[in-house]
């Protein structure tokens, strides 16, 4: 089990978007993430008529490793690390290690 995963509330502990939150759009192997509207990067894209595409300046998210984002934990509306914990009936939670709240049941 994953300690970050798509979808989760997440925010940036280092880097030059230091302080933002944002939800986590995919988790890439070698641990990077990216995350909406963290790590905003331009990139030059030329025109290429056989696929319709036009040419120009494009603003995307670059990826950001793993150790620079926390989990926002939403009770104590800051940033938390993540655990791991198996419940009664045999299944295995994330939690956040501030509170032993449960991030969520699946």
């Given at each position: 089990?994953?300690k970050?995963?798509k979808?989760d509330?997440?925010?940036?502990?280092a880097?030059?978007?230091?302080g933002?939150?944002?939800?986590v759009?995919r988790?890439l192997a070698k641990?990077?993430?990216?995350?909406d509207?963290?790590n905003?990067?331009?990139?030059?894209?030329?025109?290429?008529?056989?696929?319709?595409?036009?040419?120009?300046?494009?603003?995307k998210?670059?990826?950001?490793?793993?150790?620079?984002?926390a989990?926002?934990?939403p009770?104590?509306?800051?940033?938390?690390?993540v655990?791991r914990k198996?419940l009664?009936?045999?299944?295995?939670?994330?939690?956040?290690?501030?509170?032993?709240?449960?991030?969520?049941v699946?």
């Open positions: 089990m994953k970050i995963k979808g509330d997440v925010v940036v502990l880097g030059r978007d230091k933002k939150r944002g939800t759009l988790v641990g990077k993430v990216l995350v509207g963290v905003v990067v331009k990139k030059h894209v030329r025109p290429n008529p056989n696929k319709g595409e036009t040419g120009g300046i494009i603003e998210e670059a990826p950001v490793d793993l150790s620079n984002i989990l926002f934990n009770h104590a509306k800051k940033a938390d690390r655990g198996q009664e009936d045999g299944r295995r939670v994330r939690i956040f290690r501030s509170d032993g709240e449960v991030v969520d699946t």
